[in-house]
């Protein structure tokens, strides 16, 4: 099945405490990225990525690094995480052919800094 | 830069009734547009898209949009609301070929009985 996984889906952490979430994909996607869902706010972009070694800053990238070593993976790291980034994580993928662009979304990390 | 207002917030509508979802859209070349669904607790699904042609798209679950170059404006409807559509709606503009896309800050559907 074409997916984006991502993991964990639910964490509590403290402030300062390192933390990885992880994302994945099995369809060969060039384009992969990250995005944060607060109430009101919509999603905003934090970090994307067009192929392997490519990356670059979304809207919110700040307290955020993101790594592409290998197509199929995306993660998203918090060096020092703080509380205002408690919110929901979506990873999301696509082929850059023309016509495409359709995102396909993981199922979301639910991110809580204490 | 690309922009996305959706203009309502949250729409209560009752189930059987029509329902029009606003989205206008900044960008400075021919958009890709898209619609897509939030159920509570999951992930985004895409529930239709405008690249080119024809600028009234049909998606998925019953749902149709009209692209207005004029307005700037890809509005998304259904002519008879199911419970079943409770979501979260967002509309997202994107560049060719590039996979960013903006989105707006979303509509809450509520359906009543």
């Known amino acids: 099945e074409a997916q984006v996984t991502q993991n964990p889906r639910y964490l509590i952490t403290v402030t300062g405490k390192k933390l990885t979430v992880t994302c994945s994909q099995n369809?060969?996607?060039?384009?992969m990225s990250w995005y944060r869902q607060d109430p009101g706010l919509g999603l905003r972009q934090i970090y994307y990525s067009m192929n392997v070694e490519v990356t670059d800053k979304g809207d919110v990238p700040e307290g955020y690094k993101v790594s592409r070593k290998e197509k199929r993976n995306f993660p998203l790291i918090l060096e020092s995480p703080s509380p205002n980034q408690t919110s929901l994580y979506f990873c999301?993928?696509?082929?850059?052919?023309?016509?495409?662009?359709?995102?396909?979304f993981g199922a979301g990390s639910r991110l809580t800094v204490l | 830069a690309q922009s996305v207002t959706q203009p309502d917030i949250h729409i209560t509508v009752s189930e059987g009734a029509s329902l029009e979802l606003r989205c206008n859209y900044s960008?400075?070349?021919?958009?890709?547009l898209f619609w897509y669904v939030q159920s509570p607790g999951q992930g985004l699904q895409l529930l239709l898209k405008?690249?080119?042609?024809?600028?009234l798209v049909q998606g998925i679950k019953g749902f149709e949009a009209e692209f207005k170059r004029s307005q700037s404006s890809f509005n998304l409807r259904k002519p008879s609301v199911h419970w079943s559509d409770a979501a979260e709606y967002f509309c997202?503009?994107?560049?060719?070929?590039?996979?960013?896309?903006?989105f707006g800050d979303g509509t809450t559907l509520t359906v009543k009985p």
């Open positions: 369809m060969n996607h060039e384009y």
């Open positions: 960008y400075g070349a021919t958009p890709y």
């Open positions: 405008y690249f080119s042609g024809d600028t």
């Open positions: 997202a503009v994107g560049a060719t070929n590039a996979g960013k896309s903006t």
């Open positions: 999301a993928s696509t082929a850059l052919a023309r016509g495409a662009n359709v995102l396909t």
